[in-house]
Structures are given as C-alpha cells and as structure tokens.
C-alpha cells in the first residue's frame, strides 16, 4: 500500500511539474465543501475544464473518496483532497481562485437567513485560511445567505490587513440562469440566447431581475412581468420543496458555480469583454454591497457597471430589495465586529 501511494504521490508531482513547464494555461483552483450537494458535481466540471491545472478539495468529510473518484478521469487538472482543519492550510496555499459551497442548505420552510446561525462561522473560519494563504485569491462565495455571507468575508479580510474588494464575489449566477431559462420559455426561444441581468442580491425580493434590459430586445404583459419575477426570485424554493427535506438546488448551483468561476478564470488569463452579473462591494447604490453587471480582468471584478434605466415596475423592486438587503449586509458586519 505505501509503494502504491507513493507513486500515486510521485506522478501526480510529475503531471503538475510536467503542466507548468509546459507553460500550460493552467490555474489553480480549491473548492471548499467539495463532498457536499454542489461540492461534488462543481468538482467534476472543475475537473473537466481545461483552464484548471490543480484541483484541491477540501472539506471536513468524504475528501479523500470525492478525490479517489474523480482522479480517476483522463482529464488535465491534477486532484488533491484535503480533510478536516488541520488540512485547510495546505489545501489553500497557491491557489488562484478559491470557490467555497461549505455549509448547510436549507429545508422546506426555512428562508436563506435561517442559515446565518450555522454558515456564519463556517465561512469566517475558511476565509481567515484565505487570508492567511492565498490572500490574493479570488474568492467566489456560494455559502448562504450570500446577502450577508460576502459582507462577513469582506470584515474577515479587511480585519487581516488582506481585503480588496475586487477579488470577492458573491456568486447569484443561478438567479441569471434561471431568469435565462424561464424567460426563454415565455419568449419560445432557446435559453443560450437569452439574457437577463439580475441585480440586488440573493434571497427572495432582493433577486431583482431586469426584465425590461434582456437580450435580445422583448416585451412583457404586466402579468408575464409579474410571473417571470416571482419565479426567478423563487426559483430556489421550488427546487427546496420538490426535493422535500433532502436539499436545495445543488446540479444547477454547480452548472452555475462553473459558469462563474469559469469567467473568473478567462478574467485572470486576460480575456477581454467577461460580463457577468455578482453580489460585490459597489457604489452603484448607497449600500455598501450589491449585485449587478461586473467586467472580470485580471485583478477580478474591474468595473461594475451602474444599473441603466429602470422601468417603474423595477424601480419599485429596486426600493424593496434595498429595505431587506441593508439588514442582511448590517447583519454579516455585526458578526465579525461584535
Ligand atoms: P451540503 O450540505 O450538501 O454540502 C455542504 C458541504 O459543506 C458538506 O459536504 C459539508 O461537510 C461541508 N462543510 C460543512 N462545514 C464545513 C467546514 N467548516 N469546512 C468545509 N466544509 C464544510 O450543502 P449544499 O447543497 O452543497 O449547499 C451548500 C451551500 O450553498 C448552502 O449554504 C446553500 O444554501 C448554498 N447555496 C447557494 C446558492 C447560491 O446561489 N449562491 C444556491 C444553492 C445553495
């Protein structure tokens, strides 16, 4: 057994070296919570995309095998498990982006915040890693309530001497594809050519879709406007209920997770023009974080752009998204500063 793990150890050190000598355009990547729900299809498509030369996974169960299983794919990204807390370090040293699913998802009737109590922690302690780390990292942040989650990470920082707020994103991807997907249904067009921005945040009336800006141009009755915004800001209630007590939506997240990280990641290679929508520290309104359109470079999210023009119906929104997210920032800051 010690002879097998030790060429597994020394050809897994080959690829990687053999990867960067290559000058492959190859990032490193950790997922933190990889065994979980979202973890574990996020690490298959991680595995899968070519912009990966180093895939670490961490999480406090079930590392190793999430590991075993997907090392086994003839793919490019070299995989390394990591478990527990005493391997969060290791796992995070020289990573590029780091993507964190850890914590608990919620059951039929709970709200995103009824999971502040237990994810809180959790994402403090992992971003302390981060600062400690890799604090030049991009962070996407998928824990909920991601409302007050990123305000949280974002003290973590600043309190560490390691903030920049261009590098952490909160990911509401999956509050854009399903918009995509349930407005391309109304229209009958196929969903890869829709867009819909979505901005404010992520939990119920703070999911403020754009209706009146999707592309391409179209035009909605008063009761397709108010369908499509009740579906898009409930769209993860649907999928907690039809999965009844075993979870939240977890295929799509990842879908979504890889659709984000993926930018990131053309962002940091230096691609021009990757526009997507994030929850980031902004000025676009007097709070201190909000959701909109963001350019990602090579720094992470370089410009972020101002909302453009608002229809009634969406100023209105506007107003009410802003009520419930200035609680949810207050309450992550309160966390760290208490
Ligand atoms: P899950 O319970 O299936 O997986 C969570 C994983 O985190 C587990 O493997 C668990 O062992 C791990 N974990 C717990 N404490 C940890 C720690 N201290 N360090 C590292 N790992 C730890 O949950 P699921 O379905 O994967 O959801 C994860 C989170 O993502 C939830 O908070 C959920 O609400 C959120 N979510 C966010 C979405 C978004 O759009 N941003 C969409 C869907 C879910």
Redesign the pocket.
């Known amino acids: 057994l010690f002879f097998f793990l030790k060429m597994e150890e020394s050809s897994v050190l080959r690829r990687a070296d053999c990867r960067a000598k290559g000058g492959a355009p190859g990032f490193k990547v950790a997922i933190?919570?990889?065994?979980?729900?979202?973890?574990q299809p996020l690490a298959m498509l991680m595995k899968m995309n070519p912009l990966v030369s180093v895939l670490h996974l961490?999480?406090?169960?079930?590392a190793p095998g999430v590991t075993a299983d997907l090392s086994h794919m003839d793919t490019g990204a070299v995989v390394r498990g990591f478990l527990g807390?005493p391997q969060l370090e290791n796992a995070l040293t020289g990573m590029d982006l780091v993507i964190i699913?850890?914590?608990?998802?919620?059951k039929p009737g709970m709200t995103?915040d009824d999971?502040f109590k237990i994810?809180a922690g959790?994402v403090r302690?992992?971003c302390e890693g981060v600062a400690k780390c890799c604090p030049n990292a991009i962070v996407n942040l998928?824990?909920?309530p991601?409302n007050s989650t990123v305000p949280i990470a974002a003290e973590v920082f600043k309190k560490a001497g390691t903030y920049d707020p261009k590098r952490l994103l909160?990911?509401?991807?999956?509050?854009v594809v399903r918009a995509n997907t349930f407005v391309a249904e109304v229209l009958g067009l196929d969903p890869r050519d829709v867009n819909v921005p979505v901005v404010g945040g992520?939990s119920g009336v703070t999911i403020l879709p754009l209706l009146s800006q999707v592309k391409p141009p179209c035009s909605f009755t008063p009761e397709e406007t108010d369908y499509l915004t009740n579906r898009i800001q409930n769209g993860?209630t649907e999928v907690v209920e039809a999965k009844a007590g075993a979870?939240?939506?977890?295929l799509s997240?990842a879908y979504?997770a890889v659709k984000f990280a993926d930018a990131c990641l053309r962002g940091l290679r230096g691609d021009a023009g990757i526009v997507e929508c994030a929850f980031v520290a902004s000025e676009v309104t007097e709070l201190p974080f909000f959701a909109t359109k963001v350019r990602l470079g090579r720094t992470g999210a370089e410009e972020i752009y101002p909302l453009g023009p608002l229809n009634e119906y969406e100023r209105m929104g506007l107003e009410k998204a802003k009520a419930e997210l200035a609680g949810s920032i207050q309450k992550g800051i309160t966390f760290i500063k208490k």
């Open positions: 933190l919570g990889a065994a979980g729900g979202i973890g961490y999480d406090v169960v079930n807390q699913p850890a914590g608990v998802p919620r995103r999971l994810n959790i302690t992992l998928i824990s909920n991601v909160g990911v509401t991807t999956l509050d992520h993860g979870g939240s939506a977890t997240m979504a």
